[in-house]
């Protein structure tokens, strides 16, 4: 380091000389090292001179780098230039700063779970005010028709419904070849084989076929919904609709949760027939079932009480997904970071949503449609 420093003794008077420029540029990969040799030789030496005029160019990081070595006080003997000593002296009026020092918390579980009860209870309250300002919202619609969002509900209807057909209908069509494939080999093993129709007919219309449909639009609509409140929050779209006196609940969010809760039993429905379609296929293909004896048994093996059961689960996981996407949008902050994490938050929070919906469906309706 003796381009940065020379040091030595006048008499009984050690001295040290800086040279060069104590600059950024200059001590990018320099700084440690050399922080920690200053800081060794002036420990060795409390009496020592420090000579600064052979310093060219002086900035706030060689400044506060020599502070720092200097334990935050000026040393009794200094030369310095006299444009440096004002940068001195302003780090002389500083406060000190106080030491860090870390404790071990061991009440960190229970902060964290504090904190996480006192986010859900936030997202809570805001998801119940939303549905309360979507209630209002209903009222007001039906006292002025005039005033209905016909273009803005036909407009999500079609963007979370129509295009979602292509990716239900191939996923659909998967499982189904999937599960009967699977529950047939199983079921020639007991001879069996005509009970391909209840378990395919039960596990989808009762229970894949909405779960599919609702875990496919909460990632693909739902995701979209997030980001697009967020981009007008990020843009100041939303500030401009309430400065124009439009209610964005009434043109974004509530045309929204109408789309999706109309489009989803759709999409049930769609995705079940689809579902079917692919067990039937494998089914035949293994087992031997023509499709004209399933599509015969399958109303007998399978109540209707299953299918408008599957339907009403659709309706309430769409409006759900719905709310969810729209709340995780409306508290997006105007910065891109948040958009990512809001959108993120909106899919699995929607997600998880759908799965309690399903579990809750299930322990009520448990002995509805068996028979």
Avoid at 151 to 165: D, K, M, P, V, Y
Avoid at 169 to 189: K, P, T
Wanted: hydrophobic share 50%.
């Amino acid at each position: 380091m003796t381009q940065w420093y020379q040091l030595y003794s006048d008499g009984d008077f050690p001295c040290i000389i800086l040279t060069g420029n104590y600059t950024l540029p200059t001590l990018t990969h320099h700084l440690k090292t050399l922080e920690s040799d200053l800081t060794a030789v002036y420990a060795r030496h409390k009496n020592l001179r420090w000579d600064l005029t052979g310093i060219q160019q002086l900035d706030s990081v060689g400044s506060a780098l020599l502070w720092q070595v200097w334990q935050q006080q000026r040393p009794q003997n200094l030369q310095l230039r006299p444009e440096h000593e004002r940068i001195f002296a302003r780090l002389e009026q500083l406060p000190p700063l106080k030491p860090i020092i870390r404790h071990r918390d061991f009440l960190w579980p229970i902060v964290a779970l504090g904190k996480l009860a006192l986010l859900l209870w936030h997202h809570t309250v805001g998801l119940i005010t939303l549905i309360g300002q979507l209630l209002i919202d209903v009222v007001y619609l039906i006292r002025h028709p005039a005033y209905i969002p016909w273009r803005e509900i036909s407009a999500n209807l079609f963007r979370t419904g129509a295009q979602a057909l292509g990716i239900t209908a191939l996923v659909g069509f998967l499982i189904g070849i999937v599960l009967s494939y699977l529950s047939s080999r199983q079921l020639q093993m007991f001879g069996a084989d005509i009970f391909i129709i209840n378990i395919l007919g039960f596990s989808i219309i009762r229970e894949l076929g909405p779960m599919l449909a609702a875990i496919l639009v909460a990632g693909r609509s739902g995701s979209s919904m997030t980001a697009q409140l967020g981009v007008m929050r990020v843009t100041q779209e939303l500030d401009a609709l309430t400065v124009m006196g439009i209610s964005h609940s009434q043109r974004l969010i509530l045309p929204k949760v109408l789309g999706l809760g109309i489009a989803m039993p759709l999409l049930v429905m769609w995705t079940s027939a689809i579902a079917l379609f692919g067990g039937m296929v494998a089914a035949e293909l293994q087992l031997g079932l023509s499709v004209q004896y399933f599509l015969f048994e399958l109303p007998d093996a399978v109540p209707i009480a299953n299918l408008w059961l599957g339907l009403g689960k659709g309706v309430v996981c769409g409006m759900t997904i719905a709310l969810v996407a729209c709340h995780f949008g409306l508290r997006i902050k105007p910065n891109t970071e948040s958009l990512g994490e809001g959108t993120t938050s909106s899919v699995v929070t929607s997600i998880t949503m759908v799965i309690i919906i399903d579990a809750i469906f299930a322990i009520m309706f448990s002995d509805v449609g068996l028979y």
